[in-house]
């Protein structure tokens, strides 16, 4: 259920009298013993109550987790047979991950970076790190004017800064990749393992590092 389109119809008074007509035939064609027409004010107060209804956190959790359920049956076949490595690096050099962890970009030459297409565009790649150590590196089959380099823990970690909207998580305490990525903060627009401890912020985002012990 569309809430958007029930406000819609609130603010048409065109509408509401619409609906309120089309409510009395169907009640009359279904046999109901009428007295008077449905009124507007009727169908005003049944749309609130549907919008209130439907507005309640849990309904919205209800309706995103049918929306993922629905998508999940959604073949992609491009996405199905694609090329789906992992990369790897070192625990001293670890992936980070942000609060929009998903990334796509197109290497537009080996020094430049498109973040932000979408999965179906040629040259494509779609990165998600799995863990301070691994990463996913997805190749849609898509068309291919480049060939495909594989991404650096830095390339991975900066796009993960530029696609944060405030947070993003290490592993590691380290100086040296706070100033890497605090300048790339939400170029485009990290709930990960323990426990989080904060510990820089720079227009509103915040670089978390995972607190030991």
Request: charged share 25%; glycine share 6%; aromatic share 6%.
């Amino acid at each position: 259920m569309k809430i958007e389109a029930l406000r819609s119809v609130l603010e048409s008074e065109e509408k509401v009298m619409a609906l309120a007509a089309r409510h009395t035939l169907d009640m009359l064609g279904d046999g109901t013993d009428l007295h008077r027409a449905v009124s507007p004010e009727e169908v005003i107060n049944g749309l609130i109550s549907t919008i209130n209804t439907h507005s309640t956190d849990e309904q919205t959790q209800r309706e995103y987790a049918a929306t993922v359920e629905n998508m999940m049956a959604f073949r992609d076949e491009k996405m199905l047979n694609g090329e789906w490595d992992i990369i790897y690096t070192e625990p001293d050099d670890p992936f980070v991950i942000g609060d929009a962890p998903v990334v796509t970009w197109d290497r537009i030459s080996d020094t430049q970076l498109l973040y932000g297409i979408g999965f179906s565009r040629p040259n494509v790649e779609i990165l998600l790190p799995l863990s301070p150590t691994a990463c996913l590196h997805l190749k849609p089959l898509v068309h291919r004017a480049r060939r495909v380099k594989a991404p650096t823990t830095r390339e991975v970690n900066e796009a993960q800064a530029a696609y944060s909207t405030r947070h993003c998580f290490s592993n590691l305490r380290s100086d040296a990749l706070n100033s890497i990525l605090l300048p790339r903060f939400g170029e485009v627009s990290i709930d990960a393992f323990h426990p989080w401890e904060r510990i820089g912020k720079r227009h509103g985002v915040i670089m978390r590092y995972l607190a030991r012990g």
